[in-house]
């Protein structure tokens, strides 16, 4: 037997059986009922890197460091977002080159060193350097795993996967920041609360590297099947181009934008009304909450209900709850107030990640999710300076409205631009 003849059979051997597999791939939550619950759990530990930060860390900077500008404060969420958001666009890009579950491992590898950073930083450049670790932590295994689900579930339920996805994402978000908050509250700033989230990233990096399998079999399964529309090109026409998916954008970026704020100012709004750590941390908790948990509904409502209606709504009510923040200081007014935020942001979430897998192929899915990720995780960095600046300018009352009327101008651009789907 020859050389040639003896390649040639191997590489029949290696594509009957590559084709094997793909026929025995099924898509469905209910086929996949067991991976998509160990990704489901994987994103609760991502989120909760998140929640590590979100309600002690403007004391944080003031307490340890001595920052008190906004705008230096609002600075770390600004590295983050900024890294989170080109994170997105290549883990979407490479997603298909090097695989799922290997860029889901490298995000948790560049996780580990982030709470030690904090614990030991000597500077606020140190913190700002952890902080761009974790926003490309989180753009790596946050994109990994919606990725994945969507690839395992197929068309039908894709907005009932995305609202598992983001409900366990942001639940987590939400009990991490409370738990901190008391932590901060009893034991002090630093370091204990960040211990949590060097436990929270080993035990996620463990997860993923015993228990997520690559979901890209799922792919080439469903694209054989798929009449989907080609975009011919996929960056522009998600971000621009195409009425619908470029509504879907900015709206994902406004969104994370008034998120942004929300992050840095709602702590600083809090204390300087004179509520204590723990009072502040449930307020700062409910929002995230409800959004986590409420997306267990809104994400079964995006396969069957009309997702620009769920859009406009979720966006108008985001808005009108970010103008009313400043002028209460009730603590149960501002808890329904935070309960509204998180209702409307979960009314959007799991539709806007619906409705580009719905409008694109699935060979260009997750570049296509990956642009979405980009411009709505630069609203993070964007929300963050635009905000901070005009805090230190005008104060915080202003920079809060400011934000409040640019989310209510997106519901608006939602309505009349784009087509319904």
């Given at each position: 037997m020859t050389d040639v003849t003896v390649r040639?059979?191997?590489?029949?051997?290696?594509?009957?059986?590559?084709?094997?597999?793909q026929q025995s791939v099924q898509l469905g939550l209910k086929e996949n009922w067991k991976q998509f619950t160990v990704l489901v759990i994987v994103n609760a530990f991502v989120g909760a890197m998140i929640g590590m930060e979100r309600t002690i860390f403007p004391q944080f900077a003031e307490i340890t460091f001595g920052v008190a500008s906004k705008t230096a404060i609002l600075s770390f969420i600004t590295a983050f977002g900024l890294t989170k958001a080109f994170a997105n666009y290549y883990t979407g890009r490479l997603a298909n080159r090097i695989g799922r579950k290997n860029l889901l491992v490298i995000?948790?590898?560049?996780?580990?060193?982030?709470?030690?950073?904090?614990?030991?930083?000597?500077?606020?450049?140190?913190?700002?350097?952890?902080?761009m670790l974790l926003g490309l932590s989180q753009g790596l295994t946050w994109s990994s795993t919606v990725v994945m689900k969507i690839d395992l579930v197929g068309e039908k339920n894709r907005g009932?996967?995305?609202?598992l996805n983001e409900f366990a994402g942001y639940l987590a978000v939400g009990l991490m920041a409370l738990l901190t908050g008391v932590v901060a509250e009893n034991y002090g700033i630093t370091p204990y609360p960040f211990y949590l989230g060097l436990a929270v990233a080993a035990i996620g990096l463990l997860l993923s590297l015993f228990w997520v399998r690559d979901t890209r079999t799922h792919v080439h399964s469903e694209s054989n099947a798929s009449n989907g529309p080609y975009l011919k090109q996929v960056f522009w026409e998600t971000t621009l181009k195409n009425k619908a998916l470029s509504s879907v954008t900015q709206a994902g970026l406004i969104?994370?934008?008034?998120?942004?704020?929300?992050?840095?100012?709602?702590?600083?709004?809090l204390l300087s009304a004179g509520f204590n750590h723990e009072r502040a941390g449930i307020i700062t908790a409910i929002y995230p909450t409800v959004w986590g948990m409420g997306q267990l509904v809104t994400g079964k409502m995006a396969d069957h209900f009309d997702k620009k209606r769920m859009l406009f709504w979720g966006m108008l009510i985001q808005g009108l709850a970010i103008v009313a923040?400043?002028?209460?200081?009730?603590?149960?007014?501002?808890?329904?107030i935070a309960a509204l935020l998180g209702l409307g942001t979960a009314m959007v979430y799991p539709t806007f990640l619906t409705t580009i897998a719905q409008l694109t192929n699935p060979v260009q899915r997750a570049e296509s999710i990956g642009t979405f990720r980009l411009w709505r995780d630069l609203g993070y960095a964007f929300g963050a300076i635009l905000s901070g600046l005009t805090a230190d300018a005008f104060g915080l009352t202003a920079a809060i409205l400011l934000i409040g009327i640019l989310t209510i101008a997106s519901s608006l651009i939602i309505q009349f631009r784009m087509p319904r789907v």
């Amino acid at each position: 037997m020859t050389d040639v003849t003896v390649r040639s059979n191997i590489h029949s051997y290696l594509w009957n059986r590559m084709n094997n597999r793909q026929q025995s791939v099924q898509l469905g939550l209910k086929e996949n009922w067991k991976q998509f619950t160990v990704l489901v759990i994987v994103n609760a530990f991502v989120g909760a890197m998140i929640g590590m930060e979100r309600t002690i860390f403007p004391q944080f900077a003031e307490i340890t460091f001595g920052v008190a500008s906004k705008t230096a404060i609002l600075s770390f969420i600004t590295a983050f977002g900024l890294t989170k958001a080109f994170a997105n666009y290549y883990t979407g890009r490479l997603a298909n080159r090097i695989g799922r579950k290997n860029l889901l491992v490298i995000g948790w590898l560049i996780a580990l060193p982030v709470p030690l950073l904090l614990i030991y930083a000597p500077s606020w450049n140190w913190v700002i350097f952890a902080n761009m670790l974790l926003g490309l932590s989180q753009g790596l295994t946050w994109s990994s795993t919606v990725v994945m689900k969507i690839d395992l579930v197929g068309e039908k339920n894709r907005g009932l996967a995305m609202g598992l996805n983001e409900f366990a994402g942001y639940l987590a978000v939400g009990l991490m920041a409370l738990l901190t908050g008391v932590v901060a509250e009893n034991y002090g700033i630093t370091p204990y609360p960040f211990y949590l989230g060097l436990a929270v990233a080993a035990i996620g990096l463990l997860l993923s590297l015993f228990w997520v399998r690559d979901t890209r079999t799922h792919v080439h399964s469903e694209s054989n099947a798929s009449n989907g529309p080609y975009l011919k090109q996929v960056f522009w026409e998600t971000t621009l181009k195409n009425k619908a998916l470029s509504s879907v954008t900015q709206a994902g970026l406004i969104n994370n934008l008034n998120d942004g704020m929300i992050w840095g100012l709602l702590p600083i709004l809090l204390l300087s009304a004179g509520f204590n750590h723990e009072r502040a941390g449930i307020i700062t908790a409910i929002y995230p909450t409800v959004w986590g948990m409420g997306q267990l509904v809104t994400g079964k409502m995006a396969d069957h209900f009309d997702k620009k209606r769920m859009l406009f709504w979720g966006m108008l009510i985001q808005g009108l709850a970010i103008v009313a923040l400043p002028f209460q200081l009730d603590f149960y007014l501002l808890a329904l107030i935070a309960a509204l935020l998180g209702l409307g942001t979960a009314m959007v979430y799991p539709t806007f990640l619906t409705t580009i897998a719905q409008l694109t192929n699935p060979v260009q899915r997750a570049e296509s999710i990956g642009t979405f990720r980009l411009w709505r995780d630069l609203g993070y960095a964007f929300g963050a300076i635009l905000s901070g600046l005009t805090a230190d300018a005008f104060g915080l009352t202003a920079a809060i409205l400011l934000i409040g009327i640019l989310t209510i101008a997106s519901s608006l651009i939602i309505q009349f631009r784009m087509p319904r789907v």
